[in-house]
């Protein structure tokens, strides 16, 4: 039922953008260039309508005040204007439309025929004229008070950095230790059996999965299944609902303000994976759920000779219009309010590339870059770009401002050919290990510009890494042939689970060396949830319509009674497998907090104050050296060769150029690195005494044991087990070093 009597209401004011309680009613403001008339529609407890004009409008800007109304109301837009889709006009009264700036949204959408704003089955320009209220989402008045107490940003250097990716409903949704009615949910992930995981592992910052209210999509809905990733915004405020225990009126809200604040508590940075390139409402096709029908033409990009139809740099239908001045400010509006209100402490950009476009190409000196380069707020916080979109030229590695810092697609990439025992990379290897200069030192940045990952979200997870030669997405029945083909991965010749040992085998030394490999790696190291413990989707490389079993994480191996069998969420590893590879990636990840010399805060300089190619100079000065396993240098011809898939790197503790907080010269001890990515054992020499007089095995991915502990002197030889990676620490740094801050 809807009612258009009179309500009592002021003119109010055209900012801030959304409905704003202020303690005793609420402001609602919203943008629309094109629009002839804008209605609020307040809803009551039963569904009830009641529409509102809001008769004032200031700067495109329709705004009303309404005295006593408050958190827990719901609401949205009806707005009027010229339907012209040939014109790029899709302006549609019968539609309901979400506020672009609702702090709160409540529910979905139902994927009724009205919820879009033509006739089904007809041309997308015969418009639908059916009410579509009923069949999708309210925004709700949010109230904006929370009691921080004594919450701050733990503000971690990003030198000191180590992310964890994960999805807010997967972590938890079948955690033993994690209440029943918390899992899946803001609560759950910041419950105390999840942060003692996090802290013991030694992470430094979660990395979420989209969490902006995001929509599933129609396809999907009609096979049953549901987004599970999240990359389908329609709301850049709003927590979504369905991840909060707590979804009484704005309870969302709050229940993410908690969680925020018990991850500070712990040490934790929050970083958001946000998606501002597009949103949920894709193509020329899709349905009317809020800037379609707000206005059209300012929100998204269209086809510049044929407006009717959508610019698509993202492959999901179309594109927001990062050039409209107002949509530049929507997304900074969004950025600043969960930096501010939510207290967020990083963004990781979805697709970024495409927000870079002014016209059809991308411009590492966008619109979007140079706001951001100068608020004094989002300036501050980790920026960090999935630097890549599905559009020409869209792959921009290495060309993004100096703030920001990327996901390395290309160190991703080079370890994994290196570690399948590809010769050919052996050169690029070395770049990768060494912070990707190449990539981010012409632009002013350091090492940390690097966001170093073997797995992530979209791919394999580790354990499928090392398990299969091919993707198996048939669980996706709306897109079987969904996800990246060509891998890079290897299944050690058997695909998927096998009982035979010495593939098992091989397999988790592989693991130990990725983890290794990425731990030591100068640049940022982001861990895929679940792989410190062999988590498995069954060959499954693109689990973004998953939720279920398949995609959440499988706590089971943190029983130390259960049965030493393989378990099938873990690929065939056994829980005492899962054990002791969490160990070891606990291991790693400490080894690399206690020494500086791993996480770099400038590039190597290689021999400084000597020739080229010279070994005169006190070693003292030699920041890094490559070496063949013979202990000789290694030489261009050894770089070009389409043999050597082994080598060994030194790293001086001595030569860091380092500072502590108070200017004082930071020293650490000094490692060697020997790495043999072949398919035979190999045999390398420990360098001259010029290098230390006696080392300790401090690890070896060949041995379940996370050390030996042998001692070895210059000109030892240790044979290397085929595919793994040793490390040795020089003893005689131990006094120096624990005699000097660092």
């Known amino acids: 039922m809807t009612r258009r009597s009179p309500v009592h209401h002021w003119p109010g004011r055209p900012y801030p953008l959304g409905a704003t309680w202020d303690g005793t009613g609420t402001n609602f403001s919203l943008f629309s260039e094109h629009a002839e008339e804008v209605e609020l529609c307040l809803f009551g407890a039963r569904g009830k309508e009641r529409r509102i004009t809001m008769a004032d409008r200031t700067a495109y800007n329709f705004h009303c005040y309404l005295p006593g109304v408050g958190p827990g109301q719901r609401y949205g837009f009806r707005v009027h204007g010229p339907w012209e889709p040939e014109a790029g006009h899709r302006f549609n009264p019968d539609k309901l439309l979400i506020d672009p700036y609702a702090k709160a949204i409540d529910g979905g959408v139902d994927w009724d025929e009205s919820v879009f704003g033509y006739r089904m089955g007809e041309d997308d320009r015969v418009r639908d004229d059916r009410d579509s209220a009923p069949h999708v989402p309210r925004a709700i008045v949010a109230n904006p008070y929370f009691d921080w107490g004594e919450d701050r940003h733990p503000l971690t250097p990003w030198t000191d950095t180590v992310i964890y990716e994960t999805h807010v409903r997967g972590l938890t949704m079948q955690h033993p230790d994690v209440e029943p009615e918390l899992r899946g949910t803001y609560a759950g992930l910041a419950s105390p059996p999840v942060l003692e995981h996090l802290i013991d592992l030694g992470v430094t910052a979660v990395e979420l999965q989209p969490v902006h209210h995001f929509v599933h999509d129609h396809f999907l809905h ?51 994976d946000v998606v501002y390139n597009h949103t949920a409402e894709g193509d020329h096709m899709g349905p009317t759920l809020s800037f379609r029908g707000i206005d059209n033409l300012a929100y998204y990009r269209v086809v510049e000779d044929e407006p009717r139809y959508y610019m698509d740099y993202t492959g999901t239908g179309n594109s927001l219009n990062v050039r409209h001045p107002h949509v530049l400010q929507l997304i900074m509006d969004s950025l600043r309010y969960w930096i501010l209100e939510m207290r967020v402490d ?32 989002i300036s501050q916080t980790k920026l960090i770009a999935e630097p890549w979109d599905v559009g020409e030229g869209g792959y921009q590695v290495g060309n993004f401002p100096v703030l920001w810092t990327e996901w390395n697609g290309k160190y991703r990439d080079t370890i994994r050919d290196f570690w399948r025992g590809d010769s050919a990379v052996l050169g690029e290897t070395a770049t990768r290990l060494s912070g990707s200069s190449d990539l981010y030192e012409h632009t002013g940045r350091r090492p940390n510009a690097s966001i170093n990952f073997i797995t ?48 098992n085998a091989l397999r988790q030394r592989q693991q130990r060396n990725f983890l290794a490999t990425l731990f030591i790696s100068q640049g ?9 413990f062999g988590r498995s989707q069954r060959g499954n490389n693109n689990t973004y319509c998953q939720d279920n079993e398949l995609a959440w994480y499988d706590w089971s191996w943190l029983d130390p009674t259960d049965a030493d069998e393989p378990n099938e969420a873990a690929g065939g590893m056994t829980p005492g497998e899962q054990r002791s590879l969490y160990q070891f990636t606990r ?63 030194f790293l001086n503790g001595r030569a860091l150029p380092t500072r502590d907080d108070r200017g004082r010269r930071v020293l650490d001890e000094s490692f060697l690195v020997l790495c043999n990515a072949d398919a035979v054992d190999v045999t390398f020499r420990v360098p001259s005494s010029r290098y230390g007089e006696r080392w300790r095995v401090l690890l070896d991915t060949a041995m379940l044991r996370e050390a030996d502990g042998w001692l070895l002197g210059a000109g030892d030889e240790r044979e290397v087990t085929n595919r793994s990676l040793v490390v040795l620490r020089r003893l005689d740094d131990a006094a120096e070093v624990g005699a000097r801050p660092r």
């Not at 925020?260 to 970083?271: F, S």
């Not at 002014?358 to 004094?376: A, M, N, Y």
């Not at 010399?597 to 050296?625: A, C, K």
């Open 222 to 272: 009609e096979h049953g299944l549901r987004n599970y990733w999240g990359y389908n915004s329609i709301g850049f405020f709003a927590p979504h609902d369905e991840y909060a225990a707590w979804r009484h009126t704005d309870g969302q809200v709050q229940e993410f303000k908690q969680m925020v604040k018990e991850l500070h508590a712990a040490g934790l940075e929050v970083i958001l």
């Open 346 to 377: 990083g963004f990781r950009f979805d697709l970024a590339a495409a927000l870079a476009r002014e016209l059809h190409d991308v411009d590492r000196l966008s619109s979007f870059f140079d706001i951001i380069q100068q608020d004094p707020v």
């Open 456 to 503: 992530a979200h979209d791919g394999f997870t580790l354990r499928d890494l090392v398990s299969y030669n091919e993707k198996h997405n048939e669980a996706n029945l709306a897109d079987p042939d969904s996800g990246e083909s060509h891998n890079r991965s290897w299944n050690h010749g058997v695909e998927g689970p096998t009982d035979d040992e010495d593939v």
């Open 524 to 532: 940022v190291p982001m861990l895929l949830g679940g792989d410190e």
């Open 587 to 649: 291991t790693l990840i400490h080894l690399r907090r206690q020494h500086s010399v791993f996480r770099r805060q400038q590039f190597f300089r290689g021999r400084e104050g000597t020739s080229e190619g010279s070994r005169r100079g006190p070693i003292g000065m030699v920041d890094l050296d490559w070496l063949r396993p013979d202990a000789s240098a290694m030489t261009d011809e050894d770089w070009d060769t389409a043999r050597l898939t082994a080598l060994m790197f």
